[in-house]
């Protein structure tokens, strides 16, 4: 029975940081913020119904297209980008200047 809570226990756990990945965060701002965020201070922050945001550093990687400084997650993507540094973690593909999410 403790192994079952600990199992369960941990599931609850990793579901919902799983479910964040492609959750909007804050962005530094830079230029004016991206569709679907407001300025906050020195950031962009998320409206209920934004998108995923990361800075633009040449083309916008596949899936994402421009907004203003930023590069937007098209609606129907599940793939995170991250601005590339050297090569792309494990998991990660090259598409430009990012690496997106195997899933």
Do not use: E, F, N
């Amino acid at each position: 029975m403790t192994r079952l809570r600990l199992a369960l226990s941990t599931i609850s756990v990793l579901v919902p940081v799983s479910a964040l990945a492609l959750q909007p965060q804050p962005v530094a701002k830079h230029g004016s913020c991206p569709s679907g965020y407001s300025q906050s201070g020195s950031y962009c922050a998320p409206s209920a119904h934004a998108r995923y945001a990361v800075p633009k550093h040449g083309s916008c990687p596949s899936g994402y297209s421009q907004s203003g400084d930023y590069c937007l997650a098209s609606s129907d993507t599940s793939r995170l980008a991250i601005p590339k540094v050297g090569s792309c973690p494990s998991g990660y593909s090259q598409s430009g200047d990012y690496c997106l999410s195997s899933r």
